[in-house]
Antibody
């Protein structure tokens, strides 16, 4: 079964840092681009960023709202995706989902992990 | 990058058909056939329902169908059922520096 499981969500103060993880199983992780998407409480989905695979030099793309503060990385040997979040702001409060990029569609998604940034 | 425009809510009675629109621009929906639709029940992760405008993943009911005309994509749910009550989001690949843009979301209510 293809599965993604996020972890690492927590309550953190504004200006702080947090690292989220996403463990993948049931598919050849190294063969796919991977994305992070977030959803603020009661709001819609917002694409955060993606990391390409080794053959594409692990290049990354980010939404303007997080560029320069967030860094996406991956460890193909551990089938894991990461999101390093620095200089956190209250508006970063959200459920963060990892999602496999399957030829321009996101499928599947993990169950999400909640990040709360307090002032 | 602005979100794609969706109606905030759509409702219908069991058995009826409803259509949700998703309006983008010539930088996303209008130029790429990479439009997807996601269903999200409260407290759950989004689930892919339609990809590449009109394709259904294995396991998704054929009551769900997608289409596109110009800058607007649409999701139609026919034979509406209670379990279809959820939030629905469209998404499109975009030529901007971001990869994906999402719609604002539509709450579907089964009366």
């Amino acid at each position: 079964e293809v599965q993604l499981v996020e972890s690492g969500g927590a309550l953190v103060q504004a200006g702080g840092s947090l690292r989220l993880s996403c463990a993948a199983s049931g598919f050849t992780f190294r063969g796919y681009f991977m994305n992070w998407v977030r959803q603020a409480p009661g709001k819609g989905l917002e694409w955060v960023g993606l990391i390409r695979k080794k053959g594409d030099s692990y290049t990354t793309e980010y939404a303007a709202s997080v560029k320069g503060r967030f860094t996406i990385s991956r460890d193909d040997s551990k089938n894991s995706l990461y999101l390093q979040m620095n200089s956190l702001k209250t508006e970063d409060t959200a459920v963060y989902y990892c999602a496999r990029d399957n030829d321009y569609r996101l499928d599947p998604w993990g169950q999400g992990t909640l990040v709360t940034v307090s002032s | 990058q602005s979100a794609l425009t969706q109606p905030a809510s759509v409702s219908g009675s069991p058995g009826q058909s409803i259509t949700i629109s998703c309006t983008g621009t010539s930088s996303d929906v209008g130029v790429y056939n990479y439009v997807s639709w996601y269903q999200q029940h409260p407290g759950k992760a989004p689930k892919l329902m339609i990809y590449d405008v009109f394709n259904r993943p294995s396991g998704v009911s054929d009551r769900f169908s997608g289409s596109k005309s110009g800058n607007t994509a649409s999701l139609t749910i026919s034979g509406l059922q209670a379990e279809d009550e959820a939030d629905y989001y469209c998404s499109s690949y975009t030529r901007s520096s971001t990869r994906y843009v999402f719609g604002s979301g539509t709450k579907v209510t089964v009366l």
